[in-house]
């Protein structure tokens, strides 16, 4: 294999992670005669294509780096972020970008979705110490509680439930966690003075598009009550910026998250079978399941299966950070994606690639309520966040693999 369990080569610099950049910028990066002495050499058995992944990320390490440091020439400050769902998979990826930046963070998550080891984690990669508060967002009193703790000035709200088959079996469950969720989140924001706050959207508000790539101009409509609360609580937002000058948001309409932070540490560990494609391709490549179904092979793409916007989730991380740090009075939504879709069997071919192993496949029927291509025009977060996501879909599905294949049972493999 290109890329065994454990091969895959490390950079100390990344991990544990440096500390929280102000000045640095990516001139001096490049200045500090990359590629750096502390780069241990990828093991006998990797071959130079993980020299070209790691070439690769030094690249999107020095433009992280120059985004902090954009940032940071803008707004010195150092704030106190609440992040509800910070243990789930974007919002852990998330804590670690705000903690890198410098923010202190205290995370509200009640673990229905996550594991307490991702917080330790985020610890181990950062360095720095995190509060954590085990509370459910539809307890209000409980939310409360945390707010009277803490001097939280601004909130990025990853908290929810996202399982679109789930939510059309079980519409009341959803639209309880979700919308009380965020209403209690919203009146103890208000209540203690607390007016910035970044929503988790997601690109299922556009339905089956009319327009390719989508700009955030695009009609919204959506088929599943998932999606439902997605575009309710965006409304609220909406109606609350109108109501009240002191709101601000930025919806962030997120396309297709996949990737592992680096270290291998930190990833997407879904309960039960997985519902979305790079986790279920990534258990085949590990040996946990036998093959994937490929939902329809007779769509209007270029090879006929579906086409989707790969991001990866540390490029998120960072688009949170960008969003936080541009927030102005009013609500705005963002696209986050690349502008560049893949097709299903592409992901299958580039998995194999780079992980080595082979990846059976079936092609079977459609997928109820699914859509042929979703791919973002990511113009207006490039130009109004000065942010872009530059992880190419190799080092993606390689860092995706890193994490798989080192925790195979996700985090719960940790204590053996
Ligand atoms: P996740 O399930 O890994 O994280 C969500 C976290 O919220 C979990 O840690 C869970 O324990 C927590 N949570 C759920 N209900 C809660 C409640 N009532 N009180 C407190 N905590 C609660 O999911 P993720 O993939 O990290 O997604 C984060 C957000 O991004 C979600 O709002 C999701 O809808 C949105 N989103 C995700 C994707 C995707 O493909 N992953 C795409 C678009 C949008
Ligand atoms: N697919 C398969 N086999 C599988 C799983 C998925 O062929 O076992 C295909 C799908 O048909 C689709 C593509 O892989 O063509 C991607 O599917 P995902 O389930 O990974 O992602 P979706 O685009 O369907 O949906 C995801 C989230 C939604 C979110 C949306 C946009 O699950 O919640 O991205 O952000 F709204």
Redesign the pocket.
């Known amino acids: 294999m290109l890329f065994p369990a454990g091969s895959w080569p490390t950079d100390q610099e990344d991990y544990p992670a440096e500390a929280p950049v102000t000045t640095l910028d990516l001139a001096d990066i490049l200045d500090s005669g990359l590629p750096n002495p502390t780069i241990q050499k990828p093991k006998a058995d990797t071959t130079s294509a993980a020299w070209t992944l790691l070439d690769e990320h030094q690249r999107n390490r020095a433009a992280d780096a120059s985004l902090r440091s954009r940032i940071a020439d803008r707004n010195l400050m150092s704030r106190t972020i609440l992040v509800?769902?910070?243990?789930?998979?974007?919002?852990?990826?998330t804590v670690v970008a705000l903690l890198e930046r410098g923010h202190d963070v205290v995370i509200?998550?009640?673990?229905?979705?996550?594991s307490p080891k991702?917080i330790d984690a985020i610890e181990a990669i950062t360095g720095r110490s995190v509060v954590f508060h085990e509370?459910?967002?539809?307890?209000f009193e409980a939310l409360g509680t945390v707010f009277e703790q803490h001097p939280i000035e601004a909130v990025v709200?990853?908290?929810?439930?996202?399982a679109v088959g789930e939510s059309v079996e079980k519409p009341l469950w959803y639209y309880r966690?979700?919308l009380?969720?965020t209403m209690n989140l919203l009146e103890q924001m208000a209540a203690h003075d607390v007016w910035e706050l970044v929503?988790?959207?997601?690109?299922?508000v556009y339905g089956d598009p009319e327009v390719l790539p989508i700009p955030e101009t695009a009609k919204t409509s959506t088929t599943n009550p998932?999606g439902h609360?997605?575009l309710i609580i965006e409304e609220i937002c909406r109606d609350l910026a109108a109501s009240d000058k002191r709101w601000s948001f930025s919806l962030?309409?997120?396309?297709?998250?996949?990737g592992a932070h680096r270290s291998g540490e930190l990833g997407?560990?879904?309960r039960g079978i997985p519902n979305?494609l790079v986790p279920y391709v990534m258990q085949v490549a590990v040996g946990r399941r036998d093959q994937l179904e490929v939902f329809g092979g007779d769509w209007d793409t270029h090879d006929g299966s579906g086409v989707r916007d790969y991001i990866h989730?540390v490029d998120l991380a960072m688009g949170h950070l960008a969003a936080l740090e541009n927030l102005e009075p009013g609500c705005e939504p963002f696209n986050l994606g690349t502008g560049t879709g893949s097709s299903v069997l592409e992901i299958i071919k580039t998995t194999e690639n780079v992980t080595g192993a082979s990846i059976p496949y079936e092609i079977v029927g459609r997928r109820d309520g699914d859509i042929s291509t979703s791919l973002a025009d990511p113009t207006k977060a490039n130009e109004k966040l000065d942010w872009r996501a530059d992880r190419s879909l190799d080092v993606m599905l390689a860092d995706s693999w890193n994490w798989q294949s080192k925790h195979p049972m996700g985090f719960d493999d940790q204590a053996e």
């Open positions: 509800t769902g910070g243990a789930g998979y974007i919002g852990s990826h509200v998550d009640n673990l229905s979705n996550s991702a509370v459910d967002l539809t307890d709200h990853f908290a929810g439930l996202k966690t979700n009380v969720s929503f988790s959207s997601s690109a299922t998932y609360t997605k962030l309409r997120y396309f297709n998250p996949i997407e560990d879904p979305n989730v």
